[in-house]
C-alpha cells in the first residue's frame, strides 16, 4: 500500500467509448501526475499538475483529458482511444518545491482498447 | 535533452548471486538519481535514491553510488533471492523544476531462479 489507490485496475473499452481512470492520494502531497507505460517503451509522463494547476502537458493527445479537481483526487478521461493507447496508466504523488523529493506510484491501470 | 541509459535485459542469476545493474545519465546541473522497482503486476516503488554526488542510496540490500564524474548510478546487491526477480528502472529528476519531473530508462528485468 503506497497511499496511491488507482481505480479501475483493469478497463477493456472499445475505440467509441467514453471512460475515467481515477487516482486518489492519501499522502497530503501537491503535485500529482500521470504516466503511460507501454511495452518496450520508457515510462512516458503524460501530465503533472502542482497545486491543482496543470503544470506539465508532454504533447498528448487530446483524446486523453485530465482533471484535477482537488489536490489528492486526479482523473484521465479517456475518449475515442485508438488500440495502441493500450498500456498500463500509472498516476503519482509528490510533495512539490524540493528537489529530491520521492514520487510514490499506484499500482496501475491496465488499459485494452478494441 | 535529459536521458538515462539502462542496461539490456533480462538478466538471469542464480540465487545468492552477485549483481550489477548498470545506469548512466545524461544531464545538466546536479540532478537528483533514483532506482524504482516494479514487480509483476504491480505499480512502481522507489528502492533507493540520491540526491548529491558521492552520495550512496541503499535499501533492502541493494545500493547505488551517484558518481557525477562517469555520469553512472549502477545497482549492486551483493546476494540476491528469487523475490527480488522484477523489473528495474533507472530515472533522474532534473534540478529545480519544483515537482520531480522523473526521466527513466527502459528497465531491465531481473530473473533469479533457484
Known amino acids: 500500500e503506497t497511499g496511491v489507490t488507482q481505480t479501475p485496475r483493469h478497463l477493456v473499452m472499445g475505440m467509441t467509448n467514453k471512460k475515467s481512470l481515477k487516482c486518489e492520494q492519501h499522502?497530503?502531497?501537491?503535485?500529482m501526475y500521470w504516466y503511460k507505460q507501454s511495452a518496450k517503451k520508457p515510462l512516458e509522463l503524460m501530465f503533472v499538475?502542482?497545486?491543482?494547476?496543470?503544470?506539465e502537458n508532454n504533447s498528448v493527445p487530446s483524446r486523453f483529458s485530465p482533471e484535477c479537481p482537488n489536490s489528492s483526487h486526479l482523473f484521465l478521461h479517456l475518449h475515442t482511444l485508438q488500440p495502441e493507447d493500450s498500456a498500463l496508466y500509472l498516476c503519482?504523488?509528490?510533495?512539490?518545491?524540493?528537489?529530491?523529493?520521492?514520487?510514490?506510484f499506484g499500482e496501475g491501470s491496465w488499459l485494452t482498447v478494441v | 535533452g535529459d536521458s538515462v541509459t539502462q542496461m539490456e535485459g533480462p538478466v538471469t542469476l542464480s540465487e545468492e548471486a552477485f549483481l550489477t545493474i548498470n545506469c548512466t545519465y545524461t544531464?545538466?546541473?546536479?540532478?537528483?538519481l533514483f532506482w524504482y522497482v516494479q514487480y509483476p503486476g504491480e505499480g512502481l516503488q522507489l528502492l533507493l535514491k540520491?540526491?548529491?554526488?558521492?552520495d550512496k542510496g541503499s535499501n533492502k540490500g541493494f545500493e547505488a553510488t551517484y558518481r557525477k564524474e562517469t555520469t553512472s548510478f549502477h545497482l549492486e546487491k551483493g546476494s540476491v533471492q528469487v523475490s527480488d526477480s522484477a523489473v528495474y528502472f533507472c530515472?533522474?529528476?532534473?534540478?529545480?523544476?519544483?515537482?520531480?519531473?522523473?526521466?527513466f530508462g527502459t528497465g531491465t528485468r531481473l530473473l533469479v531462479s533457484p
Open positions: 499538475y502542482s497545486l491543482e494547476e496543470r503544470v
Open positions: 540520491a540526491t548529491k554526488a558521492d
Open positions: 530515472a533522474l529528476s532534473p534540478m529545480n523544476t519544483g515537482f520531480q519531473k522523473l526521466v
Open positions: 544531464a545538466t546541473g546536479y540532478p537528483s
Open positions: 499522502l497530503g502531497h501537491n503535485a
Open positions: 503519482a504523488s509528490s510533495p512539490s518545491g524540493a528537489d529530491g523529493n520521492t514520487i510514490y
